[in-house]
């Protein structure tokens, strides 16, 4: 591996596949199901929907500066929303679709960015601390996408699917 752009484009192909994999993975009827015990739990359509920006919106925000949210809903912003106001995906072809156009986003920025701005452009993010390299925020909001993957990986086990860890890294 030559560039830390291409390092990153790497992550997200994997990341992106493994996630792609399990919303195969989840019934059409079960887009409404979220653990019984504990609050503010997302459903499993919301955390679709959720995986599907987890990514891009922020790689976006990151890379141009631009925060806007093509969303219809004015209380979404950059920062968490309680779980029973958060948007659900509309079905599991429409997150996939969702899913792949994030992804192509991401790719393109990663791109555009380069890796002289991804090493040494600093930024702060919107919801507070120090400025960092441009580069390390990406590579965080890839896990942010890895770390709401998992979930869905934990949400699909307790829904009684034979999943595995080949499912969890986008190998089965």
């Not at 019934?27 to 459903?43: E, F, I, S, V």
């Not at 920006?53 to 912003?77: L, M, Q, Y």
């Not at 990663?110 to 400025?131: H, Q």
């Amino acid at each position: 591996m030559s560039t830390l752009t291409e390092l990153l484009k790497l992550e997200v192909d994997a990341v992106y596949r493994a996630a792609e994999g399990l919303f195969k993975l989840v019934d059409k009827d079960k887009l409404n199901w979220k653990p019984a015990t504990g609050k503010n739990w997302m459903t499993t359509g919301q955390l679709m929907q959720h995986c599907t920006d987890a990514c891009g919106f922020c790689v976006k925000g990151f890379i141009t500066g631009d925060w806007s949210r093509p969303s219809a809903n004015p209380e979404e912003h950059v920062g968490m929303l309680p779980a029973e106001k958060m948007a659900t995906a509309k079905s599991v072809d429409d997150a996939l679709k969702l899913l792949a156009a994030d992804k192509a986003q991401t790719l393109k920025l990663i791109t555009e960015a380069g890796d002289k701005n991804l090493f040494e452009k600093k930024v702060a993010a919107p919801w507070g601390g120090p400025p960092m390299p441009l580069g390390l925020h990406v590579w965080e909001m890839i896990g942010h996408l890895n770390t709401h993957k998992a979930q869905l990986y934990y949400y699909l086990k307790l829904q009684g699917k034979d999943v595995n860890t080949m499912h969890m890294w986008g190998a089965a």
